[in-house]
């Protein structure tokens, strides 16, 4: 590459820093906190919102920095939960919206598609964890004692 072209492009490390995990998270879950679909379903679980708030600061820092400052298990916390395609939209919905009003674009595309690889592996997990197989392109279905 022509050392101008290089000097024109920012590596994306250097856009996606720590501090902007730290707003885009904070933001996020503000959000989280007062939508009438999601926000009942965190507020009876989460109890330490300080501690959420950092250690999905640490997720993502290792998800989009691979800075390995996660250590958990995802997966498991999201298999119990009452939800399903319609709550995964929504939660990429508003992502989506506060990644992209706070980051530069190719910041907030790097965290929007991430997410939406993970929120589909989260599907299949749960659905698994239901004891059903989702088709690729299948989404989750309700729970089936919160079908109504
Ligand atoms: C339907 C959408 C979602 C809902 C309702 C939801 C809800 C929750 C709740 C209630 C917890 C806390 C569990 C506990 O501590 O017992 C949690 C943890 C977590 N969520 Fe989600 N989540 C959703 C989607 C996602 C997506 C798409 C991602 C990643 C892109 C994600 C990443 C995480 C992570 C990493 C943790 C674990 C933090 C830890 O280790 O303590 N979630 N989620």
């Known amino acids: ?56 600061c640490a997720f993502w820092s290792s998800v989009l920095l691979m800075s390995g400052r996660y250590h958990g298990q995802p997966m498991q916390l999201h298999q119990g939960l009452p939800v399903d395609a319609r709550h995964f939209d929504r939660w990429l919905e508003l992502f989506a919206q506060t990644a992209r009003s706070i980051c530069p674009p190719v910041a907030a595309e790097q965290f929007v598609s991430r997410a939406e690889r993970i929120a589909e592996s989260l599907e299949l997990g749960i659905a698994a964890s239901r004891g059903g197989w989702l088709r690729k392109g299948e989404r989750l279905a309700p729970a089936s004692a919160d079908s109504a």
């Open 1 to 56: 590459m022509h050392v101008m072209e290089s000097a024109m492009v920012a590596p994306v490390e250097d856009i996606i820093t720590e501090a902007l995990i730290d707003r885009v998270v904070r933001t996020f879950y503000a959000s989280v906190q007062t939508d009438p679909q999601l926000g009942p379903i965190f507020a009876a679980r989460i109890t330490n919102w300080d501690a959420h708030l950092n250690r999905m």
